[in-house]
């Protein structure tokens, strides 16, 4: 079992290399030709010293020579120059590849995915591990496959020249590689360590740049540098442990390759003295020894590459192993338009947690900032383990979100969704996105199942309004495009303009082509609520939904961003989560969802009549309302 895990771990990662075979064939095969250089000097050497400079009859002179090593030198170079230019084409466009498809399968997953990783961590997945993946392949494989065609070369020769020297010289591949075994176990899991301290640290670090403000304002300042100070730390101590061992193996290697030497001028001398040797064959043996015993010393740096690379190859598969838990069917139903008719049907859902069991909890609680040296199960292998980490045992733990929900919207209806925190109204919001899919039941469009529909269609006809919307780092212009790319400047600016975002994006000296930084922060909330409403407009959806879009806005933002979401509503079946009650008092049906199940449905005045959920939560809001904001609800205020 754990053979197939590891063959299927490198039949996967060859699938990656399989548009770049005719460039691995072509850097092996110029890696080969190099072989002219190191194969064609010993021998030369050898015809210099026991032909040319003791002047013996021959065919070989000094210019012949040195015209023929001038040459080997000259071709060497030119193959050496156009073999890493193939080599850092193909590098490049595997990294640009892999991280294609890994982000393209990110993308694919669903919001549990991120809901339990830092986005820090996520990054360094895509852009430090693809980086690290690549290199198995230009600095590892390659290499070492020229070099095996440079140990048969130049062992043929040596057999060629002295079989009985040439079967002495291999004394120390058995040892090298009962050392290899063992060590090289080591630097894995020390490189694996390093990676994964990596990404704790990446992912703290981008959490706190992210929240500065947050950080400042607390005066945290010295304790989040003494937090990452101290994930640095163990950073340092783990990249230190690998380089150790991946330094040791080196050194030992270079140990058995200097006395291997040592053997062999002794052995040869006296071969030489007694005359079944000239000095210029031992010579060229030594020369031709060294190129048999360099790769094996190469091996051990290449290593540390090896061991580095498949501890970011690892990582890499851990994501594509995820499978995508929302997707289209095999043939799903095209929904090139639809009425927004919406029912949900008994639906129950529940939020599943994935934790490890308890004594993995408990490891992990001596510090969350650091992760846990890992260290192999045995001191000594004669044959290499399986080294890609088992996942460790999890417990899923399950949390009710809704249970039986049933009720439905016709088109250009507009829902409301009130309840406590945590009752399920963003959950609901959750299904209708197709964020998620109910265990129970089902959520339907225009009386089909969402899972039947093709997912891009179906999210093609909804447009989200939250109360922290996210805007990207770029222009005005590009932000509110994002709706609709292909919409024209005269669609955009009306767009605009319905949000009540023309007037103050025309204030600005750059209007539309204002940089607005990183999830707009140069922008007030209220200036980001209504970029976001002109980004939905800009889509024209079926089915609109607002999530606490104007619960955090003072009294003016609020005006016009209401007046903005109003134009917006009109026509859509529109959902909405708010607190604010001119919204919920105009709503075709209210829904007072409590622990997961819909306590009381109907209108407002219906509801308030029951005494029940709703009424005490309308009367809460009253309480806590602005005087300019019960302008118009004094009827229904005297009412409560």
Known sequence: MQKDIRSNLIRRYFKFLKPYRYMIVTIVGLGILQFAVPMTVPWMTKVLIDEVLPLKTSSWTLSKVIGVLGGVYVFGTAVNYVRQWVMAKMGNSMVIDIRFQLYEHMQKLSQ??????????????????????????GAGVINLAIDFFLVLFAGFMLFHMEWELALLSLWLLPVYYLTFTNINVHIRYAWRSVHRQMERMTGVLVERIAGMKVVQAFNRERMELNRFKKQASAHYTYAMTAQFLSNTLGRISQTFQDFGGLIIWFVGGTMVIRGRMSVGELIAFQAYLGQMYGPIQRFSDVNVTIQNSLANVERIFEVFDIEPEIQNKDNPIPLKTCKGDIQFDQVGFDYV????????????QKDKDLVERQKPAKRFYWIPPKMRPEPPPMILETRAALKGI???????????????????????????????DPDEGAVMLDGVDLRNYDLHDLR????????????????????????????????ILAAAQAANAHDFIEEWDLGYETMIGERGVRLSGGQKQRIAIARALLKSPRILILDEATSALDAESEHLVTEALERLMQGRTTFVIAHRLATVVRADQILVIDRGRIAERGKHQVLLAQNGLYRELYEKQLKAMRPEELVGLEPLRHQA
């Not at 549990?112 to 392949?137: C, E, M, P, T």
């Not at 947690?353 to 308890?358: A, F, G, L, M, V």
Request: glycine share 8%.
């Open 353 to 364: 947690i994935e934790r490890p069991e308890k004594q993995q909890v408990e490891a992990d």
């Open 406 to 436: 049933s009720f439905k919207a016709n088109s250009g209806d507009v829902i409301a969704l009130v309840g406590p925190s945590g009752a399920g109204k963003s959950t609901i919001i959750n299904l209708l996105l197709r964020f998620y």
């Open 112 to 137: 549990r995915f991120y809901d339990s990783r830092q986005v820090g961590s996520i990054v360094s997945r895509i852009l430090n591990d693809v980086n690290g993946a690549q290199n198995l392949v």
């Open 460 to 491: 093609s006809h909804m447009a989200l309004v939250l109360q922290d919307n996210i805007l990207f780092s770029g222009t005005v212009f590009e932000n509110i495009a994002y709706g609709n790319p292909q919409a024209t400047r005269e669609q």
